[in-house]
Structures are given as C-alpha cells and as structure tokens.
C-alpha cells in the first residue's frame, strides 16, 4: 500500500515538485500551504508522514510541528523538515519540537525517497 504524505509549503512549486518526485516514487501526496492549513489537513488525511517547510505565514514549521506532537494520534508520526535553513540552532529547534528529521532545500528526490522510506518503512 502507499505511503500518504502530507506536504506543508507556501510555495505552490515547491508543493508541486514534491507532488511530481515523490508521486512518481510511489506516494500518495497531499497538500497545505501554511502551518494552520497543514493542522486541518493533517486531521482530515491522516498521513504516515508529514514533510513541513519551516519559515511560512500565519504558522511556521516549529509550530505546527509543536502542535502536531500535542495530538494524541499524531505522537509517533514521523516528521520531516525541508527547508532553506540549516543552522545547527534551527535544526536542534525542530528536535525539540518533535521533528525526525532534516532535508535542506534544494533537495534531491532519490534521496528524499530513501528518507522517507527509511523513517516510514
């Protein structure tokens, strides 16, 4: 069965690049486009993976990250971090909030594949 990966970028190319590599790949993709949208999608999809962009409006990554870890079924769920930053401060940040791991923009979608496949077996 396919993996259902929950995408949460404002960037709408950066949403469909990952659509396009990941889709071909063999997952299933969802989107959001901030961090308050990724919290009401990730209810309503239920993902095996969440994939989170970290500077957006309205919710950065760090927050719903925060809030995701909050849901009781959200608790184990594997979270990885795409984004242009990549300060050891930022990415020990995103640990404490919960995240799994961290993949700097631009990324390469083999190995972003064998990210996913490693965290969600």
Do not use: Y
């Not at 396919?2 to 993709?29: C, H, N, P, W």
């Not at 849901?71 to 995103?94: C, H, M, N, W, Y």
Request: aromatic fraction near 4%; charge should be neutral.
């Amino acid at each position: 069965m396919s993996k259902l990966i929950l995408t949460v970028d404002d960037s709408a190319s950066m949403r469909m690049l990952l659509k396009t590599s990941l889709t071909a790949q063999g997952f299933t993709i969802e989107g959001a486009n901030d961090g308050v949208h990724g919290l009401e999608r990730i209810q309503e999809v239920n993902p095996d993976l969440l994939i989170t962009d970290i500077n957006m409006p309205k919710m950065d990554g760090f927050g719903l990250i925060e809030e995701v870890r909050k849901l009781p079924q959200f608790r184990g769920l594997p979270i990885l971090v795409l984004s242009t930053e990549f300060s050891d401060e930022k990415k020990a940040r995103a640990r404490e909030a919960g995240a799994t791991g961290w993949i700097t923009k631009p990324f390469d979608a083999t190995k972003l594949g064998a990210a996913i496949r490693r965290v969600c077996p």
